[in-house]
């Protein structure tokens, strides 16, 4: 899961990454409005986390300049600034949802999942498949109804293969969902997480098992 991250203080900023970092996400971060749209117009990705008090443009030139694409990705506005005129005019330029300054980290990560898991967006909270039940919002995945431990990536990439059901995920995809803008990644980083992945669902006795296809990606599909 791949969002967005908006914001110019540089301590909050890590604070913030690091909390969705370790909740299954992979955060992409801008500090100013240029950057921040240059970002949304090359990755699609699943949620924007907007800062308004940005050093070059207020945060709300970026909400308009989203919507002003049509784009449908879900934004959460965070702020400092009083008062009730500030959040309806957040909220009448197309934002989803507003979290003010101070904020508990814990709300800003819920308040995120219920944006991605309401109707027309992309997420839902329990997938399941033949034997595998995978809670996305607690991060736990029972296979024959017994938890099995997987790491933050290895979940990640789990969902996404849930998601996409019996179609392929191309290797630079699943990357692309795996890693954030500067992480540090091996040419065999994916293939040595699959090879990971697939020995668990196999240890656990999964009914799904992951295909390689050549040259392309992976198929997560029912065992023959």
């Given at each position: 899961?791949?969002?967005?991250?908006?914001e110019?203080?540089?301590?909050?900023?890590?604070?913030?990454?690091?909390?969705?970092t370790?909740?299954?996400?992979?955060?992409d971060?801008?500090?100013?409005?240029?950057?921040?749209e240059?970002?949304?117009?090359a990755?699609p990705?699943?949620?924007?986390i907007?800062?308004?008090g940005?050093?070059?443009r207020?945060?709300?030139?970026?909400?308009s300049?989203?919507?002003?694409?049509?784009?449908t990705?879900?934004?959460?506005?965070?702020?400092?600034r009083?008062?009730?005129?500030?959040v309806?005019?957040?909220?009448?330029r197309?934002?989803?949802?507003?979290?003010?300054?101070?904020?508990?980290?814990?709300?800003?990560?819920?308040r995120t999942?219920?944006?991605?898991?309401?109707?027309?967006?992309?997420?839902?909270g329990?997938?399941s498949?033949q034997?595998?039940?995978?809670?996305t919002?607690?991060?736990r995945v029972?296979?024959?109804?017994?938890?099995?431990?997987?790491?933050?990536?290895e979940?990640t990439?789990?969902?996404?293969?849930?998601?996409r059901?019996?179609?392929?995920?191309?290797?630079?995809?699943?990357?692309?969902?795996l890693?954030?803008?500067?992480?540090e990644?091996?040419?065999?980083?994916?293939?040595?997480?699959?090879?990971?992945?697939?020995?668990k669902?196999?240890?656990?006795?999964?009914?799904?098992?992951?295909?390689n296809?050549?040259?392309?990606g992976?198929?997560l599909?029912?065992?023959?």
């Amino acid at each position: 899961m791949r969002i967005l991250l908006v914001e110019d203080n540089s301590r909050l900023r890590a604070i913030i990454s690091q909390a969705f970092t370790g909740n299954g996400f992979a955060v992409d971060t801008a500090e100013c409005a240029a950057d921040a749209e240059a970002a949304i117009q090359a990755i699609p990705y699943l949620a924007v986390i907007l800062d308004l008090g940005l050093p070059d443009r207020d945060g709300m030139t970026v909400l308009s300049f989203i919507r002003g694409k049509d784009l449908t990705v879900p934004v959460l506005v965070l702020t400092s600034r009083d008062g009730k005129e500030a959040v309806i005019d957040g909220l009448n330029r197309g934002a989803d949802d507003y979290l003010a300054k101070p904020f508990d980290m814990d709300e800003l990560i819920a308040r995120t999942r219920v944006l991605l898991r309401r109707p027309g967006r992309a997420l839902s909270g329990t997938l399941s498949e033949q034997n595998v039940e995978f809670d996305t919002v607690e991060r736990r995945v029972r296979i024959n109804g017994t938890e099995i431990l997987f790491s933050r990536r290895e979940l990640t990439a789990l969902e996404q293969f849930m998601r996409r059901g019996n179609r392929l995920i191309a290797k630079a995809e699943m990357e692309e969902s795996l890693y954030a803008f500067g992480d540090e990644v091996e040419s065999n980083a994916v293939e040595v997480l699959i090879h990971r992945l697939r020995r668990k669902l196999s240890t656990a006795q999964a009914s799904l098992e992951i295909h390689n296809v050549r040259g392309v990606g992976y198929i997560l599909a029912r065992k023959a």
